[in-house]
């Protein structure tokens, strides 16, 4: 089975703090993205990869960076973490195509 | 740009009655669309998909979907369900952005089981 492997459950940040939410999948996948999830709104694609050191806005970047370095890995960064960037975050990857996503278990970030 | 409608937010139902969560996309020529379960803090788990061919899609946990070109839809449907079926369910249409295949997701619905 593919694994999607978020580093952090659960991360409490303070306004301000530059956040790192790292994101590893096992399966040489090429297309990663990144999602915010808030009640009522669903998800929410804020970037996705399709190859190493390619990256692309989705609906809601502002306030957000990302990188791949490599292949399996791809990071979220909030540049200054503010108390609206309150939310869940999940990692999907897929190889391209129409297979769906796997996801990975989310990071439930909260900035006070 | 594409776009998903879940109709109902929340959805209780008794254990063992049948149960329809329901899911419209916003038209295209060529439509892929999905069913994901999430259940209590955990990740996304793809139910089943529809590409092309048969109109009904079966998918896990007994769950199927019939896709409906005419009216834009894709519900959900479970003859019977359990109490172990609780949890939030998204219906999402993927579209082609910039060398990837991108989902959009509707706003969830969330399933509850009641005894």
């Known amino acids: 089975d593919v694994k999607v492997t978020q580093s952090s459950r659960y991360l409490v940040k303070r306004t301000g703090e530059k956040v790192f939410l790292e994101c590893v999948q096992d399966?040489?996948?090429?297309?990663m993205f990144w999602y915010r999830q808030d009640p009522g709104l669903g998800l929410r694609l804020i970037y996705f990869?399709?190859?190493?050191?390619?990256?692309e806005k989705g609906d809601i970047p502002e306030g957000y960076s990302v990188s791949r370095e490599k292949k399996e890995r791809f990071s979220l960064i909030l540049e200054s973490a503010s108390t609206n960037q309150t939310s869940m975050y999940l990692c999907?990857?897929?190889?391209?195509?129409?297979?769906?996503?796997?996801f990975g278990s989310g990071t439930r970030l909260t900035v006070v | 740009a594409q776009s998903v409608t879940q109709l109902d937010s929340q959805v209780p139902v008794f254990e063992e009655a049948p149960v329809e969560l329901r899911c419209n996309y916003s038209?295209?020529?060529?439509?892929?669309l999905f069913w994901y379960v999430q259940y209590p803090n955990q990740g996304l788990q793809l139910l089943l998909k529809?590409?092309?061919?048969?109109?009904l899609v079966k998918g896990i946990n007994g769950f199927e979907a019939e896709f409906n070109k005419s009216q834009t839809s894709f519900h959900l449907r479970k003859p019977s369900v359990h109490i172990s079926d609780t949890a939030e369910y998204f219906c999402?249409?993927?579209?082609?952005?910039?060398?990837?295949?991108?989902?959009?997701f509707g706003q969830g619905t969330r399933l509850t089981i009641n005894p």
């Open positions: 999907a990857s897929t190889p391209g195509g129409n297979y769906g996503y796997t």
């Open positions: 999402a249409v993927s579209e082609r952005v910039q060398g990837a295949q991108k989902l959009v």
């Open positions: 399966m040489d996948h090429e297309n």
């Open positions: 038209s295209s020529v060529s439509v892929y």
């Open positions: 990869s399709y190859d190493v050191k390619m990256k």
């Open positions: 529809y590409l092309s061919g048969s109109t």
